[in-house]
Every structure is written in C-alpha cells, then in structure tokens.
C-alpha cells in the first residue's frame, strides 16, 4: 500500500533495532545472503532499489539510555533491554550492511544537558570515532567506499566544537560525503570548505512550520517523526505548500484534524478537500473516525498513506518555491494561515511497545487493560445463574 500510494523518496534505519542479543547472537540481518552488488540491509527490510538508505547507530527519537557511552561504546536500547554497541561493530555492520548513506557516532546523551567537562569530552570522542569509521569504511572496499559516510555536527554550541570540526576539515575532507546535524541551529559550524556537502538534520520538529525553519537553515535532508507520532495520535494533516487560498484564516486554519472526535461520525467529506491520496479518494472522515473507534489496523495504515501523501506534496512544492526564488515569501505567508501546532492528542493509539518509552519508577500504564478481571466476571456469572442451576453444580461438586 505504501509503495503504490506514496512517494517516499528515504528510509532512516537504525542499527539497535536489529541487534537485540549481540554480541552474544549474531543478528539475522548481519547473517542475510544478498549478491555482490545488493545491500544486505536492504534485501532484509525488503527495500526497492529506488529508496535512499540511511543508517544511523540509534532510532530517531531516541529513547534516554540508563547506560552511560564509553571511549569505544555508547548506550542503545534493543528490543529486549538495554545494552551498549562497540564502535568497531558498528563500522563492521556498516561494512556488512552496505547502507547508502551511515551516520557517524556523536557522543552526547539523548535529553541531557552536558556539562564543562562532559562538553570538552564530547568533541575528543566524537573525533576519534568518526576517524575510525572513515578508517574502517575505505579498507573495506580497497580504498573507496560504496556507503557515504556523514560526520555528526554535535548539539552543541559552535564554539566549543570548533577544535572537531577543523580536525575533520584537515584530516578527513576527502572521506566525507555529508553531515548528520543533530540541531539544525548548529549548521553555523559547517567550515565553508566543506558547506557544499549535503546536510541531513536529525533534529525532531514538531510541525512542519518547524521543518520549514530548517530548510530556511540550509537542511537538505530532513527526518520527520512527526509523521508517525500524529498518525499514532489519530491527526490526519490538512496543510499545504504554498498556501493556495488566504482568505479567512488569521493563522487559525488547523494543520490536521483528530479525527476520533465525536464530530467526524457522521462527517462523509474527505479528510482533505481536493486531496488525491489513496485515503481521501476512497474513504470520508466518518469511515476513519468509525476505524479508529474500533480500534482497527486498518486506521492507522489509511491515516499514514494520506500523511505521506501530504508531506510529498509539501516537499515538492518547497522545493520548487526555492528553485524560483519564492520561498521566503512563502513561507512567511504559511506561517500566518496556519495553526503554528497540531491538536491536541485525545486518543490512545495502537498499544506502545517496550522499545518506544523509557521505564520509570512507580509510573502509570502506559497500555489501558484489555480484558477485564476474572472476579468480575465470576461475579457477573452467579447474578446470571438462576437459584435450580446453582443447586445442581453444588450438587455434582459434592459428588466430586
């Protein structure tokens, strides 16, 4: 369905999705046979030929390890707990995976702010891991490398990464092919010898006003959680690039709509005026607001199909907007017709797994209970049973 109703140009995969048990187990996508010139991640993931492959050490948003990074690991979640990845295994499955595109590794810890020391430690490490992989990457293919290596600018301020930074500049200009930015406003610290390389941003924006910033930045690659997260939450978008019509909006025109709000029972519209998505051409608000409801799959695989749908749009008219040299203007004038965030979240979305939220102490559910107590139903059992029925069973239990 994806395939056939969607234009995603990319696929971000994060290597601690498949490690699970390693180092003790190999993972199967470590040991998946594919010919010479085939990627054994992509053969694994099923992933056509066209698709731009990235891989990245870790899953995007991240979830805060309770692992600390070493001077040769850093912390990952797996499917079945914490544990921690070893540099040189990750530039192994690099070299064994064959990616298009693989993320060097940045030391800093995932929604923490680094200390003085934590700071100077961060670029000294980050240095050496990325020279190991630009190191391990062209041996491995006699000198060139089939995989383009994209080294992390860190989250922090410019400044203080200034000394790793020139170090990649006069050490590794010629072994790499782009930069992994993990917040778009660190983009000042490209040297401009190396600004012509793609910039491929990692940070997490919450709408696509945020997404238009970053391009406005000079991202060239964005990834968007965003997606999934408004999908889970039930919000189909409703936005648009440019804006075609202003009138009477004064940015309050909704970027998406929730649609497990009772208003949508019996609303037989599409979810997007002149949409041309799967989605939209064959289903009205009503139906997706009636699968939702019922908790169905089938939900969610609609509302992600119409979601990608309106983010190619976007992305193709952003794209054309800087191409003819109105983007500014545009964007400027998005900004003031639309809602700067989406709904609120009001439903409960598929069931969370493990690997998709940090454990804490004493928290509350975080999945409602999906059957009800065995006592309760006992009890419903004995106000259902007339008194000759309940005289018969006590009768054939004392007769054992």
Request: aromatic share 8%; hydrophobic share 40%.
């Amino acid at each position: 369905m994806m395939r056939d109703h969607s234009d995603i140009k990319g696929i971000y995969a994060s290597l601690e999705d498949f490690m699970e048990k390693a180092p003790l187990q190999t993972p199967p996508v470590l040991a998946c046979p594919a010919s010479e010139q085939q990627s054994p991640l992509r053969r694994f993931i099923a992933l056509p030929q066209n698709v731009l492959l990235i891989l990245g050490p870790r899953r995007h948003p991240p979830v805060p390890a309770r692992v600390a990074n070493t001077n040769t690991s850093i912390a990952i979640q797996t499917a079945v707990g914490f544990n921690t990845l070893e540099i040189k295994a990750y530039v192994e499955a690099a070299q064994t995976l064959e990616p298009d595109i693989v993320l060097g590794v940045a030391d800093f810890e995932f929604g923490k702010r680094p200390g003085v020391k934590r700071l100077e430690k961060m670029g000294d490490r980050s240095l050496d891991w990325i020279q190991e992989m630009a190191a391990g990457l062209t041996e491995a293919d006699e000198g060139r490398s089939r995989t383009a290596l994209f080294a992390p600018v860190l989250p922090i301020e410019p400044q203080m990464q200034s000394h790793y930074i020139c170090a990649i500049e006069e050490e590794l200009i010629e072994r790499i092919s782009g930069w992994a930015v993990h917040d778009a406003s660190s983009i000042v610290a490209i040297p401009e010898s190396m600004n012509h390389l793609p910039r491929l941003s990692l940070s997490a924006p919450e709408s696509p006003h945020s997404l238009l910033d970053q391009v406005a930045l000079g991202v060239d690659i964005c990834t968007i959680p965003f997606i999934g997260e408004a999908t889970d939450a039930g919000t189909a978008f409703t936005f648009g690039f440019p804006v075609a019509n202003l009138n009477g909006s004064n940015g309050e025109a909704p970027i998406g709509l929730d649609l497990w709000s009772p208003a949508y029972v019996s609303d037989l519209s599409p979810i997007k005026e002149g949409c041309s998505c799967y989605c939209c051409q064959n289903h009205h608000r009503a139906y997706l607001h009636h699968l939702l409801t019922c908790k169905e799959m089938l939900a969610w695989v609609l509302l992600q199909i119409h979601n990608h749908h309106v983010c190619d749009l976007f992305f193709a008219e952003v794209r054309r907007t800087i191409g003819e040299s109105g983007f500014n203007r545009e964007v400027d004038l998005f900004k003031s017709f639309y809602e700067p965030a989406f709904p609120p979240r009001t439903g409960s979305g598929p069931r969370i797994r493990g690997y998709q939220t940090k454990s804490g102490v004493n928290e509350p559910r975080k999945n409602p209970i999906a059957f009800r107590a065995l006592d309760d139903g006992k009890e419903k059992l004995v106000e259902t049973t007339s008194p000759s029925d309940y005289k018969e069973t006590e009768g054939i239990m004392n007769q054992g």
